[in-house]
C-alpha cells in the first residue's frame, strides 16, 4: 500500500525552495500555495529565512515532524536529506524531482537504491527522482503547469514520463477533461505505473473513484501486475486506455522461425492490453479523445446518427466511423418525413441529419428529440455544430447541454469552431462538459472504444494435458530445437491432432513405413530450417518407386541426416505458434499458414493462458477469417477444432514454460480435422 503520507499529507516541506519561480523549487512551492494545500507548509533553504512568505528552516534537521518532503535539490545531497527526514522526522511520503539518478550514472543508480532502502525500511513511499511530482485533490506537488482542475471524478493519469505528461495535460484541459490525480513516476525507482495503478485498483469505488484511468507506459516492467490490476478495475466498472511508446524496432531481428519474427515486443503489449481491456493509443491527441469519449455514457449499440448543419465534417465523420466497423442507418418512413417538415427547405434527415449553415437550436432540439424518441435504430448521436462567425451561438451550445441531460442515447458533441466561438465553449465547458474539436478524430477513438474486448477472465481454465510425460521430454533435452520424434512425443502429450509420421534413416525404413501407411504421402528432409527453399519437401508421393528415388535425393541434401515421412493430408493450411516473451510469458499465435504466412503476416496474438473465447476471437478477427469459413466453394476449416488446438499449444507453454519457439506450420484443417503436418520446437532452459 501507498503511504497515506504521501497522498494526503497534513504537512509538507519543499528541501530547496525558492523564490525563484523559474526554478523547480521555487514553481513546486508556488503551485502548493496557489493551490490552497490546507495543511502546514515548511521550506529548507540554507540561506532565507522566509521564501515566497512562508518560513524557511536552514537545514532538515531544523524541521519540525513532517507527513511529506519534496526534494528539489543537486542529487548529491539527496541521500543524507531522506535519511534524516526518514529517521527523525517521520517523513512517510518523498517526491524527488531531482534528476542525476539511474538514468545518468552508475553511481547514480547505487544512491538511488539506497535512497529507496531507506524510505522502505521506515515504510515510506517515494514519487521519483527525475520526475515532475504528483498531484491530488489535496495537493499539487508538482512544479510545472498547466494545474488541471482537481475533482472527484475527473481523471487518473499516470506517465513515465514528465514531460509527456504535461502535453498530454495541454491535449485534454482545453477539450473540459478535469483530473482526480497526477503521478508522474521518473525513474520509478519503488513505485512505477503498474504500482500507482495497484493503489487506484485497491481503493476503487465504483460511483465514488475517478471512472477513468489515463497511462503513459515507456517501458512494461511488470506485465503480470499491469494485467491483474488493469483487468481488475475495468471489471469493477473503469474505463482504461494508454499509450506505449517505443513500439518499433532498431535494426532488424534475426529470427529462425515464422513465430519468432512475428512476435515482438510490441505485439506482446499489444496482447496484454487486449486481455486487459485497455483501449492503447499512439498520440497524446488520441489519448486525451478516448477519455474525453470515455466520460460520455457508453452506447448500447453501433448505430450512430450524425447530425450536423455542415456537409464536410459529416461525410469524414461517416467515412471515419464506417470504416472503423460502426453503422450510419438511414432514416426514413412517416417520422423522419415529420422531422424534416420542421426544418428548412434544402436540409437531409436521411442521416447524416444535414439542417444547413442556416439551423438554428430551435430545429436541433427537433432533430435530438427524434433521434431519442422516434428512431429505434439510433443507439447514439454525434452533433456537429462550428460557427463562420457570423453570430453567437450560446444558445445551440445551452440546448445541447439540456439534451445531455435528459436524453438516455449518448450525445457527442463536435464543435470545430475553436476560435469563432471560443467564448461559447468556454460557457459549455464551464457546465462541465466536455467537447470535441475534430470529427475525424473523433470518429476513430469511438470506433476504438468500441472493439476493445471485455477483460478475459481471472481464472482461466486449460485442457488436461499429459503433463508427466511433457515434463520427462522437457527435462530429457538439451537446448535447442528438438528432433522430430520429441516434437511428436510433445503434441500427443498435449493431445495436439498430428499427420501420422516417422522419421527414417534409410530406404528400407521409408519403404517399410510406406507399405505400412500407404499412399499419398509426404516426404521433407530433416535438419535443413527452411525447408521448402532446398527443394526438401516432397507432396503427394503415390508410389514405392518414388518414395526410393526422392529418399535417396533428399538424404544427400546439405545439413540433411534424415527424411520425415507422413501420411498426405488435405484442407486448408493454417498456423499455431508460441513465443516466450521476456516478463510476459509465452505469446500464442493463430492464422493462415504455409506460405500465407509469409505473404500476409495475417495473425492474431494472445498472452498465455489462453481462453477459449480469446482463441476464437483470434481466429474470428483475421483478415482472412472467410477462408477459415469456406469460400467460393471450397470446404472451411472446423473452427471449433481449431479453438482446441490453440488453447491446447497454451496448456503445452504453460506446462513447459521452457519452450522458446513452437511453430506448426502448417496445420492442414476442414471440416473433419485440423492437423499438424510440420512442427519445430525449440526449448531455452
Do not use: W
Amino acid at each position: 500500500m501507498i503511504n497515506e503520507k504521501l497522498l494526503n499529507p497534513r504537512s509538507i516541506v519543499v528541501v530547496g525552495g525558492s523564490d525563484d519561480i523559474q526554478k523547480p523549487g521555487g514553481k513546486v512551492l508556488k503551485n502548493i500555495i496557489d493551490n490552497n494545500f490546507k495543511g502546514e507548509l515548511y521550506v529548507v533553504n540554507p540561506k532565507l529565512d522566509y521564501v515566497q512568505g512562508i518560513k524557511s528552516y536552514r537545514s532538515v534537521e531544523e524541521l519540525p515532524q513532517v507527513d511529506c518532503a519534496i526534494l528539489a535539490i543537486a542529487s548529491k545531497f539527496c541521500e543524507q536529506t531522506v535519511y534524516v527526514l526518514a529517521n527523525q522526522k517521520a517523513t512517510g511520503g518523498f517526491i524527488i524531482l531531482s534528476a542525476g539518478f539511474s538514468e545518468e550514472s552508475h553511481e547514480g543508480a547505487e544512491m538511488e537504491k539506497r535512497i529507496v532502502e531507506i524510505i522502505e525500511k521506515n515504510r515510506g513511499s517515494l514519487i521519483g527522482p527525475n520526475c515532475i511530482g504528483m498531484m491530488n485533490q489535496n495537493y499539487t506537488g508538482v512544479f510545472t503547469t498547466p494545474i488541471p482542475q482537481l475533482t472527484q471524478n475527473g481523471v487518473d493519469f499516470i506517465s513515465g514520463s514528465g514531460a509527456t505528461a504535461v502535453f498530454i495535460m495541454e491535449s485534454a484541459i482545453p477539450k473540459g477533461l478535469t483530473f482526480s490525480s497526477v503521478f508522474s513516476v521518473g525513474n520509478s525507482a519503488q513505485l512505477g505505473v503498474e504500482d500507482i495503478l495497484q493503489h487506484l485498483d485497491e481503493t476503487y469505488v465504483h460511483g465514488e473513484s475517478a471512472p477513468v484511468k489515463l497511462l503513459y507506459i515507456e517501458s512494461v516492467n511488470k506485465p503480470q501486475k499491469l494485467y491483474k490490476h488493469a483487468s481488475s478495475l475495468i471489471r469493477k466498472g473503469a474505463k482504461i486506455a494508454a499509450i506505449k511508446s517505443g513500439s518499433s524496432e532498431a535494426g532488424s531481428r534475426a529470427a529462425s522461425s515464422h513465430t519468432g519474427a512475428m512476435a515482438s515486443p510490441d505485439v506482446a503489449v499489444d496482447a496484454l492490453f487486449k486481455k486487459a481491456g485497455i483501449v492503447r493509443c499512439h498520440s497524446r491527441e488520441e489519448l486525451a479523445t478516448v477519455a474525453a469519449i470515455f466520460m460520455h455514457p457508453k452506447p448500447n449499440g453501433k448505430n450512430i446518427a450524425i447530425v450536423t448543419h455542415a456537409g464536410g465534417p459529416a461525410v469524414m465523420l461517416t467515412d471515419a466511423l464506417s470504416n472503423g466497423g460502426l453503422n450510419i442507418p438511414k432514416i426514413q418512413g412517416e417520422k423522419a418525413q415529420q422531422l424534416l417538415e420542421k426544418l428548412f427547405p434544402g436540409s437531409s434527415v436521411a442521416n447524416p441529419i444535414d439542417f444547413l449553415a442556416t439551423g438554428t437550436a430551435e430545429q436541433l432540439g427537433y432533430i435530438i428529440d427524434a433521434c431519442e424518441n422516434d428512431f429505434d435504430n439510433i443507439d447514439a448521436m454525434a452533433v456537429i455544430f462550428g460557427s463562420p462567425g457570423l453570430f453567437p451561438v450560446y444558445d445551440v451550445y445551452d440546448l445541447l447541454d439540456e439534451k445531455m441531460k435528459s436524453c438516455k442515447k449518448p450525445i457527442f458533441p463536435i464543435l470545430p469552431s475553436v476560435i469563432n466561438v471560443k467564448n461559447e465553449i468556454e460557457h459549455f465547458i464551464s457546465k462541465g462538459r466536455i467537447y470535441f474539436a475534430d470529427e475525424v478524430t473523433f470518429g476513430n477513438a469511438l470506433a476504438k472504444t468500441l472493439k476493445v474486448p471485455l477483460p478475459q477472465p481471472e481464472n482461466i481454465e486449460l485442457p488436461e494435458v499429459n503433463k508427466s510425460k511433457i515434463r520427462e521430454i522437457i527435462e530429457s533435452s538439451e537446448n535447442g530445437y528438438l528432433p522430430p520424434e520429441k516434437v511428436s512425443a510433445l503434441l500427443d502429450a498435449a493431445g495436439i491432432d498430428r499427420a501420422m509420421e516417422k522419421v527414417v534413416y534409410n530406404v528400407d525404413e521409408a519403404v517399410a513405413f510406406a507399405r505400412e501407411i500407404g499412399y499419398p504421402l509426404v516426404m521433407k528432409v530433416v535438419g535443413p530450417v527452411h525447408k521448402s527453399d532446398v527443394g526438401g519437401v516432397v507432396l503427394n508421393v503415390k508410389e514405392e518407386e518414388t518414395v526410393v528415388k526422392e529418399f535417396n535425393r533428399l538424404i544427400k541434401i546439405k545439413d540433411t541426416y534424415a527424411v520425415l515421412m507422413g501420411e498426405m493430408l488435405s484442407g486448408t493450411e493454417v498456423f499455431i505458434g508460441a513465443k516466450r516473451e521476456e516478463k510476459f510469458g509465452h505469446l500464442v499465435l493463430a492464422g493462415l499458414g504455409g506460405i500465407f504466412i509469409e505473404v500476409l503476416h495475417d495473425v492474431n496474438t494472445a498472452i498465455s493462458p489462453v481462453s477459449k473465447q480469446e482463441a476464437a476471437d483470434m481466429i474470428k478477427n483475421l483478415k482472412s477469417y472467410k477462408i477459415i469459413e469456406g469460400i467460393r466453394g471450397q470446404e472451411g476449416v472446423n473452427q471449433e477444432i481449431f479453438i482446441m488446438q490453440i488453447i491446447r499449444i497454451s496448456a503445452l507453454v504453460e506446462a513447459a514454460p521452457e519452450i522458446f519457439e513452437l511453430d506448426l506450420n502448417p496445420l492442414l484443417g476442414n471440416s473433419r480435422y485440423v492437423k499438424a503436418v510440420d512442427a519445430r520446437i525449440r526449448i531455452e532452459k
